[in-house]
């Protein structure tokens, strides 16, 4: 079984930055980790990606340039970087694990993030 905990977020103001982390214990396999968002009344937004060996990253169009994934798998985090905070960024932050090909198996309970203007 894995575990997925995230931690990081947190009240910004538009125009700050937080950093997410998601810390994966237990009998960790990855092919790839993932964020997603879900804001009030929004279906589930995925945000970013990033394969085992960080070569391959994708980012959704609303976070390009604002956001950056990243990961740590000797201590099995996942980072997400996020900077130039707005408020339609402000939601729920799930971090998931694709331990097996084409499907987010584990999933963390989440972090709030609310960004103020």
């Known amino acids: 079984q894995v575990q997925l905990v995230e931690s990081g977020g947190g009240l910004v103001q538009v125009g700050g930055s937080l950093r997410l982390s998601c810390a994966a214990s237990?009998?960790?396999?990855?092919?790839?980790m993932a964020w997603f968002r879900q804001a009030p009344g929004k279906v589930r937004e995925l945000v970013a990606t990033?394969?085992?060996?960080?070569?391959?990253?994708y980012y959704a169009d609303s976070v390009k340039g604002r956001f950056t994934i990243s990961r740590d798998n000797a201590k099995n985090t996942v980072y997400l970087q996020m900077n130039s905070l707005k408020p339609e960024d402000a939601a729920v932050y799930y971090c998931?694990?694709?331990?097996?090909?084409?499907?987010?198996?584990?999933w963390g309970r989440g972090t709030q993030v609310a960004v103020s203007s």
């Open positions: 998931a694990d694709e331990a097996i090909y084409g499907q987010y198996t584990y």
């Open positions: 990033i394969d085992w060996s960080s070569r391959s990253t």
């Open positions: 237990g009998s960790f396999s990855s092919i790839s």
